[in-house]
């Protein structure tokens, strides 16, 4: 009956030992050298026609401590090659869409903070490809970025990436 214990024992040992460190089901980019960087990551990046994909727009800073306070920004596209099927909910101070531009490949979004936001997404979506080039016109646009707290404005050190990555792409 000890033996029994024991391997009991090790076996909750072992598990919570593993449990240290939670994995994010949506990997992130490395944080930058300097600044803060704002990326756009798809799930699929070779996503055919009739397929869903979610798209992301994600920002890192080079200073772990930094807190996004607030935001405005424009998620760019090809209607005719992406269709804007719905937000995904992010829940995580007050953040607003504005779909109504979806029609002409542009959706507008924003969100506010007093103490920042955990969540280092801005926005999500899914939508339904239409063309093979879907994501050849995929682009990110911001407006403002500022810091919690201390309300800094964040947009001159801010670097927006022009190039879409794919979510198996970003290293976790």
Known sequence: ?????????????????????????????????QGVNAYVIVDNLQAVAGQSVKVR???????A?????????RLHFDPAALQYKAEVAINDGLRVANPNGAGTGEIRFAGASATGFADLTLYSATFTVKAASWSRDLSLQMEELSAARSLANLSPRLQVQRTVLAADQVKP
């Open 57 to 63: 727009v994600i920002v890192r800073s080079a200073d």
């Open 65 to 73: 401590n930094l807190k996004v306070g607030s935001y405005t920004g």
């Open 1 to 33: 009956m000890l033996p029994l214990r024991i391997i009991a024992m090790a076996i909750v040992l072992v598990g919570a030992a593993c449990a240290d460190e939670p994995t994010r089901p949506d990997p992130l980019p490395p944080p930058p050298e």
